[in-house]
Each structure stands twice: as structure tokens, then as C-alpha cells.
């Protein structure tokens, strides 16, 4: 118990300013005047009262609708679909880069996982634009995706974690591009399989661009006009 609540006060203090809200509108009207890559995000944590032991596993199918791909490749990840359908598309990316089981993978093997839901930024000529692309590789990994101590010390406690909301928000795109943004406040459970830690939750802003068109790099069962993901960004507000 003492470890878990001191990693939960580190990660508070060590967690510095998000990205702002302002900065994200102004991706929607180009994707180029994007925000700067910012430290990550600083989360509110709160007990699951009555939760104590382990808790059900992620479903590694729990992407909604769409004919997906099948199985995702690994147990406790989140299967990307197969749709045109903005928001059910960006429904299972947002639950994607909340929700694993560090049992079942590293944390650079679930990274890599979710960067195959990502298409190249383009310029509106159609053009990759690689600096982009790797930038937004960049706040995934070190901004969005659970940092790797507290992917080790939910390990520890054979932890696994499920990302949940309930509804989605419009924060606006480029429909000539068909490209969208939508936010969603999600609680972040992560329920131990120790027996002796409790379950505890981590509240969080998390939104997701993504385009769906034919000028997306498309994988799997994916055809022109599905849905990829340019870019996840950590909207949590500084001090939560």
C-alpha cells in the first residue's frame, strides 16, 4: 500500500502541463500549426470503493461495432475496427491508449500496436509530412501511453487497466479532409491481481484526430474511407 500511494503522489508531482485546449482547436483547422510536444499528463487518482484483489481482464475485443480484424494480437488490447464511422472509430482508439494488460506484453510491444493505428500526416496536397508523423509518435509514446514506471508498477501488483467513458465531444476538423477530433473523459481503472492492493481509478481528457478518407494508409481489413488515427493528445487539465 505505501508503494502504490507513493507512485500515485510521484506521478502527480512529476506530471507538468498538458496540452491546451486552445492549441487542440487549432489543430482543426491545420494540422500543421499544431501544439508542441508537452511533458505528460498529470492525473487525478481515486480509490475503487469495495475493490480490493483482482478484477476481470480487458476484453482484447472491446473495440464497438465495425467489422474490426479480428482478434487484437494480444489478450488485454483493444482490436482496431474496420469503419468509416468517426465516432465508433475514435470510441476504440480512445479505449486503445487506455486499456492493456502488462502481463501480456511489454510496454514498447503495446506502443508499437497502437502506432499501427496511425496514418502519415499529410499536407492538404496529399503529401506525407514526416516531421509531423514523428511528432505525433513522440506525444504518444511520452505523453499519452501510461509511462513505463507505472506500467512496471502495475505490474507488480498484476495489475491490468481499462479505460471508460461514456460519451464522446466534438472539438470540430477539417470535414473537406474528413478529418475529426473528439475528446472524452475517461476513467482509467486499474484493478490489481495481487489479493492485497486495492482497485483505484485515474481520471483523464484524451482525444484522438482522426482522418477517414482514401488518402489514409489503411491495414488489415481496412478500405478506402475507413478511419486511422493521426494523432492521440493527453488534454487532462494541470493539477488533476
Not at 482478434?71 to 475514435?90: H, R
Request: hydrophobic share 35%.
Amino acid at each position: 500500500m505505501a508503494k502504490r500511494s507513493k507512485w500515485l503522489i510521484a506521478g502527480s508531482i512529476i506530471g507538468a502541463a498538458v496540452i491546451l485546449f486552445g492549441l487542440v482547436i487549432g489543430i482543426t483547422t491545420n494540422l500543421f500549426r499544431g501544439p508542441e510536444a508537452s511533458p505528460g499528463p498529470s492525473s487525478s487518482t481515486s480509490p475503487v470503493p469495495g475493490a480490493t484483489g483482482a478484477g476481470p481482464s480487458p476484453s482484447a475485443s472491446a473495440s464497438p461495432g465495425g467489422e474490426g480484424q479480428g482478434s487484437a494480437p494480444v489478450e488485454g488490447w483493444v482490436k482496431e475496427p474496420a469503419t468509416s464511422d468517426p465516432e465508433e472509430y475514435a470510441t476504440a482508439a480512445i479505449r486503445a491508449v487506455t486499456t492493456f494488460d502488462p502481463a501480456q506484453s511489454s510496454r514498447d510491444e503495446w506502443v508499437a500496436y497502437l502506432e499501427s493505428w496511425m496514418t502519415p500526416a499529410l499536407e492538404n496536397n496529399g503529401e506525407p509530412n514526416q516531421k509531423v508523423t514523428d511528432m505525433n509518435k513522440r506525444v504518444l509514446r511520452s505523453e499519452v501511453a501510461m509511462d513505463a514506471e507505472q506500467w512496471e508498477y502495475i505490474a507488480s501488483v498484476r495489475g491490468t487497466v481499462e479505460g471508460q467513458f461514456e460519451q464522446l465531444e466534438s472539438l470540430g476538423g477539417r470535414a473537406e479532409y474528413q478529418e475529426y477530433v473528439l475528446l472524452a473523459d475517461v476513467q482509467q481503472m486499474v484493478r490489481p491481481g495481487d489479493g492485497q492492493t486495492d482497485a483505484w481509478a485515474e481520471a483523464r481528457r484524451v482525444s484522438v484526430y482522426i482522418e477517414c478518407s482514401d488518402r489514409v494508409e489503411h491495414t488489415g481489413s481496412q478500405k478506402p474511407g475507413d478511419c486511422k488515427v493521426i494523432r492521440w493528445a493527453d488534454q487532462t487539465p494541470e493539477g488533476e
